[in-house]
């Protein structure tokens, strides 16, 4: 059974600096991509960054040059860091996979808060 489970998230003030790890467990190989997504109150969940079992990158432009998202060898932990943190990056933040980052995801996570603050 595959489970993800978030950690990390907390309240912290603009301009500051988070890093999210994501657990991964259950699957027999790292042949899968493993992405993060946001949802704020009252808006969609949308896609922040998603990295492919080959290491290649997908970002949304408004987290370009302040997230890194990276993945440990094993393909067991994901991890988001994220910096120069702003308003409207407050949401709960979820890890999912697929096989690939365009490809539907089936596994999620139960999400971790983040709240930016003034």
Not at 48 to 60: A, E, H, L, Q, S
Not at 93 to 108: G, L, N, R, V
């Amino acid at each position: 059974q595959v489970q993800l489970v978030e950690s990390g998230g907390d309240l912290v003030q603009i301009g500051g600096s988070l890093r999210l790890s994501c657990a991964v467990s259950g699957f027999t190989d790292d042949h899968y991509a493993i992405g993060w997504f946001r949802q704020a109150p009252g808006k969609e969940r949308e896609g922040v960054v998603c990295i492919n079992n080959n290491g290649t990158i997908y970002d949304r432009d408004s987290v370009k040059g302040r997230f890194t998202i990276s993945r440990d060898n094993a393909g067991r932990s994901l991890y988001l860091q994220m910096n120069s943190l702003k308003p409207e990056d407050t949401a709960v933040y979820h890890c999912a996979t697929a096989s690939t980052c365009w490809s539907y995801y089936d596994h999620w996570g139960q999400g971790t808060q983040v709240t930016v603050s003034s």
